[in-house]
């Protein structure tokens, strides 16, 4: 059905008030490649490109990336982006033609590889037919690409031999191509198939075409066409359908996610919003709005809402429209001509609903987004201003109070009436309507009478202030005066705290408590206070944040400061608000839930090049909350301010290990493997990104390292971890992202990678290790084992080699000295004689001892007893002694060394001998026993005794000292007369 044609009048052309956009600006300094930006484009994955005559750029929230990218032509002069359904993303170009990024890397075609300088590689627009096919728009015609390959698409259409800019197709699947003579038109016949239909809007300069359902917009060189019903337009190509909203030179257009109509040309950046087929009030915006630039070449809103701006002077980022910012000057009272901005610290409105602002030199009233000073009637002092504003305040009957340096005003339609020359700070009212005031010398006044006129020195005249008496002044500037319900008066001091005072019935104060250093408020320097109409009383300090008190039971209900997340320490004024209180601070604004004050502080971020982050005071005018900063007044609306719900997805930017850079991950990875790292590339460290651009500055990440952290790490705002000397293994790397509103990543970003165990370290290598260290040791015991069997056959041998050889001759000899001394008669061969047996029986008894000591059979203890008991039976029977011979059974089968069990058996030999011949002894005592790790040996005697000292010793007991020193022993030999003999033998056992 065809729409009858409508006709606009053009609409009056309105510029923007003179407030500043939410405009956050891009440039160099922030890492551009240059800051003439031609091309944007927010990708699927969330990556934000931007296009420049020096290449493409990335961002991801803290830096912006170059990507690397080849060129036969010397530079990349990006003229747009476009994503096709496979989420590739295509770049075309000034000379260079077109690039495809797939799979991280790009790919360049040329639709003439021959001629590098051909104006066919200069490609403006693209467009994706389907099946792999793509139209793209050159300076010298229409190409069709099939994804490897370029062609013309229709060689013989004269018209197409031309610059060509844009490309659009139609919900039929038609194809639009605007050139600089309107706009030819081809219709789709079949599946991949198109015939020239004719042309339209012909003599129209067409820089842009944008269809959204029926409707078709046109930026043309004569202005902006808007055609509600492109069939009716197409129906009748040499028909007037349609009509121009804006006339004059268009670039470029786009409608955003709420439907505002964006476009570029002439006089700035123009933006209104359809109703029906009527335009809304066009606004108007130029740099005098904040703009970095009025030459604005492309727009773009992406998913989360923003709008980014290409301009010569950089990427301007557009955040949704819940602030304005009105910049506002002061004049300077010694310097009339000259002009400074205003820094506002105090606001408030009257009782018609007018907004009135203070700054350092006088009073304002707002009047749509400009601000007028008012100034006193009597214009005696500072040059006829107010001079400094330190509060505001409309009491209940509507009168609007002003405290400045000049005296107390109230504020009507008639201007600035003085009501005290006092130099007042604070001022307060309380449930009765009484208002309270409190002076910059610690004084505190009151008015009862508001609508008198009161005496102009405020000595107490009808309407005038009337001091307090206070029994202790305190000289010192009041920042902040109340009265509670109770009607008890809390007074904050600039310097040393808070004091809570009552009346007493004569009139005058009295200090009830005191909140001051002596008391723990060392860092109480007073600046605001807020009643939370919950029975709260809450204090803006200078150094130290907020302190909530308990006006009925003076209680400290909480203290909130930086260290509880507070934006900053210094918190300048406080409002109120349902349940949620505003707080002005040093680093922008704060609230808190007014219900509960343990809950984390929400940060409101202005990112605005424009709008100082410090603000001076804060005050509710129903829905608006009013802030007043050094350069003037921005008015913030919450409720326009939408809840981030996107989930910013989280990516890897960059793995580091051992200090290079892992080239085959590329940026923005959300899930990857690294190739198997040997055992000293234990050095690695990411960089992640969460794409959220609403409020890039209060991104949060926590992380996770899977084979080495239990658990994720603290939410953190770094965008880096480093680990060090990882253990062989199998890790990966997760971490995931948070917005500013507290929403996380759907799916973590993650990276897997394995270091590799060092070979000394596999199980084969330890495996071998183990076989060989058993074979090893099963060799040493094999070698151990026969070097003890040839030991035990040797020793067995040598006491059998004594025993059968030596042993009997010397039998023999002594046989023979027997015959030899029957027979012979000669006296003096028999004493020679008696001689050789003599020795022959002491040598055999000698080379019995040796036998015995090497014979493996006699290695333990009880073997080593038994034979001394043999011995000493035989000499203690001979002389009549009695004797007990003791042996511990645990120690029984102790072995002894060869050598160590020889010297034991001679020193108890050497001992007996000489207890059988010098002791007289009737009775003789032998026992071995443990002591611990030490064997025992005791030879005792009831004899006769001696004095040792007295007594030369012999070769004896030399030779007993001698042999217990080469085994490590000690030997202890103990006497005196008449008490016997003791020998001690320790010796430690193995």
């Avoid at 003229?79 to 989420?87: K, L, N, Q, V, Y």
């Avoid at 728009?137 to 994804?147: E, P, S």
């Avoid at 002791?919 to 005794?945: C, M, N, P, T, Y």
Wanted: with cysteine.
């Amino acid at each position: 059905m065809r729409v009858p044609l409508f006709i606009f009048a053009m609409l009056l052309l309105q510029p923007a008030e003179a407030q500043l956009l939410p405009i956050r600006n891009y440039t160099t300094r922030e890492g551009l490649n240059a800051n003439g930006i031609y091309a944007i484009l927010r990708d699927s994955k969330g990556v934000l490109w931007v296009g420049t005559y020096n290449g493409v750029n990335w961002y991801d929230g803290s830096r912006f990336i170059q990507p690397p990218m080849s060129t036969r032509s010397g530079q990349i002069y990006v003229t747009s982006f476009r994503e096709d359904s496979a989420r590739q993303v295509w770049v075309t170009s000034w000379y260079s033609g077109l690039y495809k990024f797939s799979e991280g890397r790009f790919t360049n075609y040329l639709p003439d590889t021959v001629h590098i300088e051909s104006q066919s590689n200069s490609l403006f627009d693209l467009l994706e037919l389907g099946g792999g096919r793509y139209l793209a728009a050159t300076d010298q015609n229409v190409w069709l690409f099939n994804g490897h390959h370029f062609t013309l698409f229709d060689p013989h259409n004269p018209a197409l031999q031309q610059q060509i800019l844009t490309l659009a197709k139609t919900p039929r699947g038609d194809i639009l191509i605007g050139y600089g003579r309107g706009v030819v038109w081809y219709r789709r016949t079949g599946s991949n198939g198109y015939v020239y239909a004719g042309k339209l809007f012909d003599d129209l300069g067409v820089n842009k075409i944008l269809i959204t359902g029926q409707e078709c917009w046109i930026a043309t060189a004569r202005g902006l066409r808007f055609c509600p019903d492109l069939d009716d337009a197409m129906q009748n190509p040499g028909g007037s359908s349609g009509a121009f909203i804006e006339k004059g030179l268009v670039d470029n257009i786009f409608i955003d996610r709420e439907k505002n109509i964006w476009f570029t040309g002439e006089g700035g950046l123009h933006k209104f919003n359809m109703r029906g087929n009527t335009p809304s009030a066009e606004q108007i915006y130029t740099p005098a709005n904040g703009l970095p630039s009025s030459a604005v070449r492309a727009i773009y809103t992406d998913q989360e809402g923003i709008t980014w701006l290409g301009t010569d002077y950089g990427l301007a980022k557009l955040n949704e429209n819940y602030y304005r910012f009105y910049p506002i000057q002061d004049e300077d009272p010694t310097q009339p001509d000259n002009k400074g901005d205003a820094s506002i610290i105090a606001i408030s409105d009257d009782r018609l609903g007018r907004l009135w602002l203070g700054s350092y030199e006088g009073i304002y009233r707002m009047q749509h987004a400009q601000a007028f000073e008012s100034r006193p009637r009597d214009p005696a002092q500072h040059g006829g201003h107010a001079g400094f504003t330190y509060s505001m305040r409309k009491d209940r009957a509507g009168t609007l109070w002003a405290c400045t340096a000049t005296g107390v005003y109230t504020i009507g339609s008639g201007g600035l009436e003085k009501r005290s020359p006092q130099q007042i700070v604070a001022m307060d009212e309380d449930k009765e309507g009484d208002l309270w005031f409190g002076a910059m010398d610690g004084k505190i006044y009151t008015l009862r009478d508001h609508e008198g006129s009161g005496g102009p020195d405020g000595s107490g005249g009808p309407g005038g202030l009337c001091e307090v008496p206070i029994p202790k002044l305190i000289n010192e500037k009041i920042n902040a005066l109340y009265r509670d319900p109770a009607g008890f008066f809390w007074v904050g001091y600039a310097l040393t705290g808070v004091r809570k005072y009552r009346l007493a019935p004569d009139g005058h104060l009295e200090l009830v408590k005191e909140f001051t250093g002596r008391n723990g408020f060392e860092n109480l320097r007073v600046r605001s206070f807020c009643d939370d109409r919950r029975g709260h009383l809450l204090v803006g300090t200078r150094t130290d944040g907020i302190y909530v008190f308990d006006w009925k039971t003076d209680a400290t209900i909480a203290h909130i400061n930086t260290g509880s997340q507070l934006g900053g320490n210094w918190v300048k004024a406080a409002a109120i608000g349902g349940r949620q209180v505003y707080l002005a601070t040093n680093n922008g604004l704060d609230i808190l839930d007014a219900d509960n004050y343990t809950a984390k502080p929400k940060h409101i971020a202005f990112r605005n090049d424009a709008v100082p982050v410090e603000f001076n005071t804060v005050y509710l005018q129903g829905d608006t909350v009013w802030l007043g900063t050094a350069k003037g007044v921005l008015e913030y609306t919450p409720f326009r301010q939408q809840k981030n719900t996107l989930p910013p997805p989280a990516y890897i930017m960059k793995v580091t290990i051992d200090g290079s850079v892992d080239s085959l991950v590329p940026p923005f990875s959300m899930a990857g493997e690294l190739p198997k790292l040997s055992y000293r590339q234990n050095n690695i460290a990411f960089d992640f990104a969460g794409l959220s651009f609403l409020d890039e500055e209060n991104v949060r990440y926590t992380y996770r390292m899977e084979g080495l952290d239990k658990d994720w790490s603290p939410v953190t705002d770094r965008r880096y971890v480093n680990y060090s000397h990882l253990s062989p293994g199998t890790y990966r790397f997760r971490v995931s992202a948070q917005n500013n509103d507290g929403v996380w990543s759907e799916v973590p970003a993650s990276m897997s990678f394995i270091i590799a165990t060092p070979f000394w370290q596999t199980w084969w290598f330890l495996s071998l290790v183990v076989v060989t260290l058993a074979a090893l040791m099963y060799a040493f015991y094999r070698y151990r084992l026969q070097q003890a069997l040839q030991i035990e056959r040797l020793r067995v041998k040598i006491s059998t080699d004594l025993h059968d050889d030596i042993g009997s001759t010397l039998s023999s000899i002594s046989i023979l000295s027997d015959i030899v001394l029957r027979e012979a008669g000669q006296e003096q061969h028999q004493g020679m004689v008696q001689e050789i047996k003599e020795s022959s029986i002491s040598l055999m008894e000698k080379m019995d001892d040796i036998v015995w000591s090497i014979n493996p059979r006699n290695d333990e203890l009880e073997s080593l007893m038994l034979r001394i008991k043999r011995f000493a039976a035989q000499l203690f029977e001979a002389k009549g002694i009695d004797y007990e011979i003791d042996i511990e059974n645990s120690i029984r089968h102790l072995k002894l060394p060869m050598e160590h069990r020889q010297s034991v058996y001679l020193i108890m030999k050497e001992a007996i001998n000489n207890l059988v011949k010098y002791a007289d002894a009737g009775r003789a005592f032998i026992r071995a026993e443990s002591e611990g790790q030490f064997l025992r040996v005791q030879i005792s005697d009831d004899g006769k005794g001696f004095v040792y000292e007295t007594v030369r010793t012999g070769n004896g007991i030399a030779n007993m000292k001698s042999r217990a020193d080469l085994m490590g022993a000690t030997l202890h030999l103990s006497s005196s007369p008449g008490k016997g003999t003791t020998v001690i033998l320790t010796l430690k056992m193995k």
